[in-house]
């Protein structure tokens, strides 16, 4: 087990490193860049006006707070599939409502706190990387608030699986570049963004959408997406006057769930789960990395990759294009480690059926990422009591994969 920092708070160590994960595996070229970004946001973070700019953006722009609701008609369907097998139990569940951020999920948080310490850096060009098309969408939103000019690169695969996320971002002014390399997804994408970078160091800012990459991008993504837990404590003491018991999020790289996660790590009490993709199953193709990997170094940090014998990145699977990265942020890696953290893992059919129920019971249509947190909601909240406080993330809405899942249905 590696060894755990002052706290579960405190890290990464000043050299980016979370245990053994993390660090700065780049390329000479982008050393000066990614150490003149780690000067700027140290300095943006002692900036009272740098947080007051944000702030106000989340609160008017994004509609920040985002509610924590209570999802009785759930609760009550868990509560009778508990008493269906002569248990009495069965967890309050609340949903932690990103969904309604503007752009329609949690990427926005991160990437306005980004676009702010691009200007301050005077970069007037953005490129970004997407899988699901969520942060490209909200990457060419704060570009075109800002009038930056945008470039999001995207897997072809996921190009056309999320045709209405490339439309929106094409209206928003970006110009998106169907990556035709690899297995042409999410690692494919940020594979060309990272090549970008390295040929247009001087005007050009990375915007990364996950809590992964060259360190300060880890560390700097989770304190942008901490918004998420800190207004979940707070709300969550204002409904039921304590803490929740349990957390539940999906992982992809992880920068939802280590929003929501990261203001708890500190409070024994509660516990915090982390659910990955686990595909067609974990003894077939998924993109459970936790459960299916091992170390290894990918996009400029060390974490649990997907790999064959030879070392090589294995191709990851999901239903979700969100979640079908073959790694995952380094700080979910050491959080596994230190076993603060219990990683699980929902397969395609599971997190189907969690989308179907979702929306029937609660009218709320959630995107496939955040209905594999779900499906394991659904399996875990019947063998709580009935006391036990349960909050799950529901990091974005699922306008984007109607004609994913109409597909798996037959048409439905």
Known sequence: MAEKLNSFRSGPDERGHFGIFGGRFVAETLMPLILDLEKHYEAAKQDPSFKAELDNLLTHYVGRPSPLYYAERLTDHLRQKAAASGASGGAKIYFKREELNHTGAHKINNVLGQILLARRMGKTRIIAETGAGQHGVATATACARFGLECIVYMGSVDV???????????????????????????????????????????NTFYCIGTAAGPHPYPAMVRDFQCVIGEETRRQMVEAEGRLPDSLFACIGGGSNAIGLFHPFLDEPSVEIYGVEAAGYGLDKKHAASLAGGRPGVLHGNRTYLLMDADGQIEEGHSISAGLDYPGIGPEHAWLKETGRVTYLSATDAEALAAFQLCAKLEGIIPALEPAHALAKVAEIAPQEPQDHLLVVNISGRGDKDIFTVADHLGGM
């Not at 998106?176 to 040929?199: C, F, H, I, Y």
């Open 160 to 202: 056309e699986r999320q045709k209405p996320n490339v439309f929106r971002m094409n209206m928003l002014g970006a110009k998106v570049v169907p990556v035709q390399s690899g297995a042409k997804t999410l690692k494919d994408a940020m594979n060309e963004a990272l090549r970008d970078w390295v040929t247009n160091v001087g």
